[in-house]
């Protein structure tokens, strides 16, 4: 059924029926149309969305926790928009979750996925994680001394393998090649990138100018710049040679200098943090025009105004991204309000539904754009209590005004 589903050969009845999870197929096989459903068909992937919400907790465990799930459920399950604090254990102890998705995961968890996290034996034992959570701005004091004694004692403990390494150094086949991958000749420059930033540019010399020295701190919570460890991880850092004894250095002389001289020189790979950190605010905007979607992801969250709304100017920015962005509660108010300036942005109804159930989102605003929600919605947010009252009382009445408008035709 997945495959007819994929392949869009089912009638409409039918794809209506599949998003509301009522097609008779085993429940793994209904998560997976719900998710592919959410994830790809933009005429029935809210429905999909909210059944696969409601699902039986049973089943969704159960695929949680089964390695042989299917990789886009296991992603969209562990993602921070979907993810059930329920379903975190299971998730967690999947070996089929991959560690990047964890590590996203750590950086803004709630209350219940960190205190998961913390029972989870995988991510006790993997340090790139534990740094990450470090930074999580709703982590407890206790907790922050937790990790770092857990951090300490996995220090200790690699130190220990390296003296206890053999002493012999032995060249691998390998060691003539070069760790890092040749340089790839760099792409044509797109004519409508840098026209966006050559117009961004002039447009904010002056802010730029005033924020030139500001560095990348990202709204709420100062992520660590953590080196090699912190997601994507592009490539292992290579392993610390194993020091020589007097034995072996008698038996070839010479042997420990021919070894330094063949240390490569070359640059080491960085991860997408680490590449924004070194970054001056211009730098940081011309990332955020030409950048991929990762980059994005991080400038969007930049506490330099100026920055953060250059990623909104992007031309290859997607509707999917700028949905995210409506919902965070981790970027400026300078972000939310510049959205709906954006009428290809407004055409989207999940970018204004996303903005009027956002807490962050200014107050003036979120009261203008309640009145393109539809019914259910305006139900949702008045009874949401993470927005203000205002809004909840207004959409509370707007959801009863409709429903009597409803009733009379």
Known sequence: MIDQIRASKLPSGMMQFAARGALQVSPAENIEILVYLATHNKVFGELARMTFAGWDEKSCRAAAADPQTPAEVLNYMISLDNLRPALAPALLENPS??????????????RETIEAMLKSARVRS????????????????????EIEKMSAGKESEASAKVDDAPSEVVESPLAAKDPVAPDIPAAAADPAEEEAVSAYVNEHAGEIAADANKPFQA???????LGSGYFPVTEAAPAAPAPATPAATAAAPGLKATAAAKKPDGPKR?????????????????LALKGNKEERSLLIRDGTKVVALAVLEA????????????????????????IPLK????KNYIVVRNLVANPRTPLDLGLGL???LLAADLKNISANKDVSETIRKLALKMYKQKLDAANKK
Not at 97 to 108: D, F, H, N, T
Not at 219 to 225: H, K, N, T, Y
Not at 270 to 286: F, M, P, Y
Not at 343 to 346: E, L, Q, T, Y
């Open 343 to 346: 009428r290809r942005f407004m």
């Open 270 to 286: 960085e991860n997408a943090l680490q590449k924004i950190s070194h970054l001056d605010v211009k730098g940081r905007i011309q």
């Open 219 to 225: 709204v709420g919570g100062i992520v660590e710049l």
């Open 370 to 372: 309640m009145k393109n």
């Open 126 to 145: 993997c340090a790139a994680v534990l740094q990450i959570l470090k930074a999580n701005p709703y982590l407890k004091k206790q907790e922050a001394e």
């Open 315 to 338: 031309p290859k920015l997607s509707d999917g991204e700028v949905e995210k962005f409506a919902s965070q509660k981790n970027v400026l108010e300078a972000v939310l309000r510049q």
């Open 97 to 110: 979750v991959p560690e990047g998705q964890i590590a996203k995961l750590a950086l803004s968890a709630g």
